[in-house]
């Protein structure tokens, strides 16, 4: 049982480069290990601040966007709208100035037509006329032939103007 039982001469000088050790690592390992660790934990601290500010103004940034988007859509909304209106706008005004122009154009068709229709019976009349003169002057040729014929015409003239 020696082997498992430690003597107390091990035991004292375990204890005693322990202490030498534990003094050594107090003096010359513990304040690098310390301020490292401290250095490690600023710049985790650092990058979770950095983390956190980044996400924040993301988040932000996210919120812009949306806000962009929302007055984009409500510009084009509006811009839609307003080309609209002036298609619509612009779709009466034609139909106005084709009904006024279609109206136009009857009535100067009708001015046409009935302007032609007074010229046609104007000449028609003056045909008539012209007819008429020449049949009355042959028929006055042949009645107006022998001279007691001519005669009788101008007492029965003569008579009528006196009446009037």
């Given at each position: 049982?020696?082997?498992?039982t430690?003597?107390?001469?091990?035991?004292?000088w375990?204890l005693?480069?322990?202490?030498i050790?534990?003094?050594?690592?107090a003096?010359?390992?513990?304040?690098?290990i310390?301020?490292?660790?401290?250095e490690?934990?600023?710049?985790?601290?650092?990058?979770?601040?950095?983390?956190?500010?980044?996400?924040?103004?993301?988040?932000k940034?996210?919120?812009?966007?949306?806000?962009?988007?929302?007055?984009?859509?409500s510009?084009?909304?509006?811009?839609l709208?307003?080309?609209?209106?002036?298609?619509?706008?612009?779709?009466?005004e034609?139909?106005?100035?084709?009904?006024?122009?279609?109206?136009?154009?009857?009535?100067?068709?009708?001015e046409?037509?009935?302007?032609?229709?007074?010229?046609?019976?104007?000449?028609?009349?003056?045909?008539?006329?012209t007819?008429?003169?020449?049949?009355?002057?042959?028929v006055?040729?042949?009645e107006?032939?022998?001279k007691?014929?001519?005669?009788?015409?101008?007492a029965?003239?003569?008579?009528?103007?006196?009446?009037?």
């Amino acid at each position: 049982m020696e082997l498992v039982t430690p003597q107390l001469g091990l035991i004292f000088w375990q204890l005693v480069f322990f202490g030498i050790l534990l003094f050594l690592l107090a003096k010359l390992a513990w304040k690098p290990i310390l301020s490292s660790l401290s250095e490690r934990e600023h710049q985790i601290q650092s990058a979770l601040d950095l983390a956190e500010k980044t996400r924040a103004d993301m988040a932000k940034l996210q919120a812009d966007n949306q806000q962009l988007l929302a007055e984009a859509r409500s510009e084009r909304d509006s811009i839609l709208k307003a080309a609209k209106e002036s298609a619509d706008r612009i779709i009466a005004e034609s139909k106005d100035k084709a009904t006024v122009e279609g109206k136009r154009i009857i009535e100067d068709a009708r001015e046409t037509i009935s302007n032609e229709r007074a010229a046609l019976v104007a000449q028609m009349k003056k045909e008539v006329v012209t007819i008429s003169l020449e049949i009355a002057e042959k028929v006055l040729r042949k009645e107006l032939s022998d001279k007691s014929a001519q005669e009788r015409l101008v007492a029965d003239l003569a008579k009528e103007a006196r009446l009037n």
